[in-house]
């Protein structure tokens, strides 16, 4: 990542590991994220600024139906 940026995310609606694995997978397939840590309610992010914009990492976390902001 030659433009890396870090980004962590309070995530609401997470309430047990089938949640984590949900939340993992969705970040894992937005192009440019390198998934640090998910836990229960909240996600460690790198990325690749020059790919992927905030707003679109918090996107992929809504789009499967919880709620994410930037922590």
Known sequence: ???RASFSLVI???H???CVRR???ALAGVE???VRAVDVGSAQVDY???QVEPQEILDA????GFA???A
């Open 16 to 18: 047990c590991g089938g």
């Open 32 to 34: 440019g994220v390198e």
């Open 1 to 3: 990542m030659e433009n």
């Open 48 to 50: 690749d600024a020059a």
């Open 23 to 25: 939340v993992t997978a």
């Open 12 to 14: 609401e609606g997470m």
């Open 68 to 70: 994410a902001r930037a």
């Open 61 to 64: 976390v809504n789009g499967i």
